[in-house]
């Protein structure tokens, strides 16, 4: 197979970002990293913004004003991100529960990395990263059932890519091919000529 073409996938683009959508563990800051490299675009990982804007750590944030606190910060972070263009975005797990994220994240394209349940268990079982939805008694039921609330949601993204036990290296230019195919489709509009700089 030859070298995927990241210079025809860039052109095609036009300056649109690209917001990856999926459970945590899913791998959506790593590979948003690898492809913002690939692109020549900025990357944000919207736990990190929201860390920044609050001055401190999602726990404490889920701590001092529970989730609908948080989701309300991650909305406005949304919000701001969205004004740019040039940006690969990780977004968190839940970020799709609010409608009006949505408005925010067509602004872009919307990239679902879809993992089984089981690999999810296994890569969040090694990361040490805190998980305050997942600090329950049963952590792999609540895990399994936030799935099965969320992927009728993640299913409305512009693609899907599955992700079994590939590395995101190897993952990378099976999500370069498939965001063309849906270009080819649906070329996009122009992006805002704003600055790439959130």
């Not at 860039?10 to 899913?26: C, F, H, K, N």
Request: net charge negative.
């Amino acid at each position: 197979m030859t070298a995927f073409d990241w210079t025809d996938l860039r052109d095609r683009l036009r300056g649109t970002s690209v917001y990856l959508v999926g459970m945590m563990g899913a791998g959506k800051s790593t590979l948003g990293r690898l492809l913002a490299k690939e692109l020549g675009y900025g990357f944000v990982d919207t736990d990190a913004a929201i860390e920044k804007v609050a001055g401190k750590s999602i726990p404490d944030i889920f701590a001092e004003s529970q989730e609908a606190g948080f989701r309300a910060l991650e909305s406005q972070v949304l919000a701001e991100l969205s004004q740019f263009p040039r940006l690969v975005v990780a977004t968190g797990g839940g970020i799709v529960v609010r409608k009006r994220n949505w408005g925010e994240l067509r602004n872009g394209l919307v990239v679902w990395l879809d993992v089984p349940a089981e690999v999810l268990h296994q890569r969040l079982a090694a990361d040490d990263t805190p998980r305050p939805l997942l600090e329950t008694p049963d952590p792999v039921a609540t895990l399994n059932a936030l799935l099965e609330q969320r992927r009728s949601l993640y299913a409305q993204a512009d693609v899907c890519i599955r992700s079994d036990r590939q590395s995101p290296v190897e993952l990378l230019p099976q999500l370069g091919y498939q965001i063309l195919q849906t270009l080819q489709l649906n070329p996009p509009e122009s992006a805002k000529s704003r600055s790439t700089d959130p």
